[in-house]
């Protein structure tokens, strides 16, 4: 079981809006950032998010990242059919000694 | 750009030692964390260890008496090292750089390590 935790799976429709959740603590989401990634199969993950709501260039302004307490959220909106894949969350972790977690992942599926 | 180099396939209780060149001379300029991750068959992101520009060293707690992570500025490259492997350890062997700890802005396209006897 993941530290951060993410739901395994969710499902939408073209058009859509979803948001995938990330759970954590305060040895990690409470008191570092947040970074999201999305993976598609048989390719490296790629960074969507940073620092809780930042966009790495190139990425469109329909992602958005959020971050409340020991919280954060991914949304996607106007879903395409290619955003289909894994996502990921990360943060630092200072318990035990400072190291990155990352979430176990959600499968998007778009309908 | 980041690439990964090192064996397809290690015996069971042997070492494995992987190495990412990292191009031009962003390994020495470069203020970021340089970071191994793997992904079992299957299954999610790890995150191994991460050795920072200072050459500060920091690492997965359950991992941590087996692997070590050194960087050679001189060669522009990093590597892993990872001991006393077992069928767990099969997986996609990333490396990656973040600027900020956890945000790897960077990765190599991966490595498919397989331990079997």
């Known amino acids: ?111 | 750009q980041l690439q990964e180099s090192g064996p397809g396939l290690v015996k069971p209780s042997e070492t494995l030692s992987l190495t990412c060149n990292v191009s031009r001379d962003y390994l020495s300029t470069s203020a970021y964390y340089w970071a191994w991750i793997r992904q079992s068959p299957g299954k999610g992101l790890e995150w191994i260890a991460s050795v920072y520009y200072s050459g500060k060293t920091y690492y997965e707690p359950s991992l941590r008496s087996r692997v070590t992570i050194s960087a050679d500025k001189s060669r522009s490259q990093f590597s892993l090292g990872l001991t006393s492997l077992t069928a767990a350890d099969t997986a996609v062997y990333y490396c990656a750089s973040s600027p900020g700890g956890s945000d790897f802005l960077f990765w190599g396209q991966g490595i498919l390590v397989t331990v079997s006897s």
Not at chain 1, 27 to 53: E, F, H
Not at chain 1, 69 to 84: F, K, N, V
Request: charged share 15%.
């Open chain 1, 1 to 111: 079981q993941s530290v951060l935790t993410q739901p395994p799976s969710m499902s939408a429709t073209p058009g859509q809006r979803v948001t995938i959740s990330c759970s954590g603590s305060n040895s990690n989401i409470g008191r570092d950032t947040v970074s999201w990634y999305r993976q598609l199969p048989g390719s490296a993950p790629k960074l969507l998010i940073y620092d809780n709501d930042q966009r790495p260039s190139g990425v469109p302004d329909r992602f958005s990242g959020s971050k409340s307490g020991t919280s954060a959220s991914l949304a996607i909106s106007g879903l395409r059919s290619e955003d289909a894949a894994d996502y990921y969350c990360a943060s630092w972790d200072v318990s035990p000694s400072g190291h990155v977690k990352f979430g176990g992942g959600t499968k998007l599926s778009v309908l």
